[in-house]
């Protein structure tokens, strides 16, 4: 079952006169699941391809369906009540807001579904433990290392049990033993929570631990790998 | 010397007994004060009098005064006229004043308003990227406009705070010696303004005024918070 379509995604950026085509023609499916890394080269389209993905930023043409919604039949509200309910996003650096400490980062998404304020505590604790953060619940972001403000971005993620995860570049502003801490902790809650990750890189370190590696290139799939493990 | 009530002229001498010392000197030289007695004698009157002045603790309470008296007194021959009645260019002068004063708060608030779509959207503008991240993470259009209207309510109630302890305390020391404006006395005489003024607090004032403030400073702030929820979140994170 395909947690996430993407048909004939096109999509073009207007730089005054000049116009770049960012995305010509990308069509993928991600299976439930899956931990899927979007590899390629600067300006290949994985940030604009993630975007689109997550219903930030809309196709100029082609399809994307999320758990079956069809992105472009919803309006700005309905798409922020998808990623607030199915999308969890990593994004390269400033994941955090830098008034609330680690546990209200975590909880805020939850505030905003409605949980309630016990319950949000309780288990905004319970992941920030499952990624290794636990004495740290009362530090702002600029109180933590980078690794550690992007594994509150993780548990942010996935706290609230979407259906997908959309994480880019995760590791760039990270070194490269942080980075594998980060991922190990990934393919964990992947592996135990059944969360579907896709992330992009340009590092094949990252890239190692991907079970599907998709090649993108000037704007479109040039290699769809799955791996044996 | 004056005219009696049969039209003649009537003149007596008096003893001077005493000075009176009057805010104005204009009202110094005005008057002279002598026993109803004596006046009534002068002038023929018999017991009778010419004229009863009543002052009254609030200068606005004129008009009601005076149709109360009309109502009670309708004998065609008394004739009730209120202060405003009786000196008409005064009450001009006045009139004009307080159409100066509404246009002065005219450009105050206006001034306010813009202070304060200036300050929200320096506020939101700084924070464009928490804002695109808030969006990213699923929050509403709605709920980040109710999020900085939020915001500029408590601004509003702290500046309210702060202003109206303000506004007493001054009030507070200029009600001791009040405001002297000896300086002009000669000009202000002539509309029969005193030399030393005070600052008098009416509720209705007060209210008022907050009223406004808050409520044009929420109404101006509808501006930057629907900016604030404008933003797309793509072009909000890519700002650096
Ligand atoms: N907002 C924008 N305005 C104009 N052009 C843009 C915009 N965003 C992206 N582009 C262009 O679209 C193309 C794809 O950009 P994108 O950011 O998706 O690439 P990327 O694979 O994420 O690159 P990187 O590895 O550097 O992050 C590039 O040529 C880029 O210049
Ligand atoms: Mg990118």
């Given at each position: 079952m395909n947690i996430l379509e993407c048909t004939d995604i096109e999509k073009s950026y207007h730089q005054g006169k000049v116009e770049v085509q960012a995305l010509r023609g990308v069509s993928l499916s991600i299976e439930k699941g899956g931990f899927v890394a979007l590899a390629g080269p600067s300006g290949s389209g994985k940030t604009t391809l993630l975007n689109i993905m997550g219903g930030l930023d809309s196709a100029d043409s082609g399809r994307v369906t999320v758990d079956g919604n069809a992105l472009d039949e919803m309006n700005q509200s309905q798409l922020a009540n998808l990623r607030l309910h199915k999308v969890g996003f990593v994004f390269q650096a400033y994941n955090l807001i830098p008034v609330l400490s680690a546990l209200e980062n975590v909880e805020f998404v939850m505030l905003l579904q409605g949980v309630l304020p016990i319950d949000r505590r309780e288990r905004a604790k319970a992941i920030l433990d499952d990624v290794g953060l636990a004495g740290t619940y009362d530090r702002r972001p600029a109180e933590l290392s980078g690794g550690q403000q992007q594994r509150v971005a993780l548990a942010r993620a996935i706290v609230s049990n979407p259906s997908i995860v959309l994480a880019d570049e995760?590791?760039?502003?990270?070194?490269s033993k942080t980075g594998k801490g980060l991922l190990e902790m990934m393919r964990e809650m992947n592996e135990k929570k059944k969360v579907t990750f896709i992330f992009s890189t340009h590092d094949h370190m990252v890239m190692d631990y991907a079970r599907r590696l998709v090649q993108l290139r000037d704007g479109q799939v040039a290699d769809d790998l799955v791996k044996e493990h | 010397m004056s005219q009696d009530t049969d039209g003649e002229i009537a003149s007596r001498a008096f003893r001077i007994v005493g000075i009176f010392r009057a805010e104005m000197a204009a009202t110094e030289k005005q008057f002279a004060f002598v026993t109803i007695t004596a006046a009534q004698q002068m002038l023929k009157l018999g017991e009778s009098v010419s004229e009863v002045s009543i002052i009254l603790p609030m200068y606005e309470e004129g008009e009601q005064v005076a149709s109360a008296l009309r109502a009670d007194l309708h004998r065609a021959d008394y004739e009730v006229q209120t202060w405003q009645e009786l000196l008409s260019l005064v009450t001009a002068i006045l009139r004009l004043y307080d159409g100066f004063i509404f246009l002065w708060f005219l450009v105050v608030f206006i001034a306010m308003g813009f202070g304060i779509v200036n300050t929200l959207l320096m506020a939101v503008f700084e924070r464009i990227r928490e804002f695109g991240l808030l969006k990213a993470l699923g929050m509403k259009p709605w709920w980040v406009i109710k999020e900085v209207l939020t915001e500029s309510f408590f601004l509003l109630v702290l500046g309210m705070v702060i202003g109206n302890s303000l506004g007493f305390l001054s009030i507070l020391a200029l009600s001791g010696n009040g405001i002297d404006l000896s300086s002009l006395a000669a000009g202000l005489e002539f509309v029969g303004m005193s030399r030393v003024i005070y600052p008098i607090v009416h509720g209705k004032d007060i209210i008022m005024a907050n009223l406004v403030v808050f409520i044009l400073g929420l109404v101006v702030s509808v501006y930057p918070a629907v900016k604030a929820a404008k933003f797309s979140a793509v072009e909000a994170m890519a700002h650096t």
């Open positions: 995760p590791t760039a502003n990270l070194d | -």
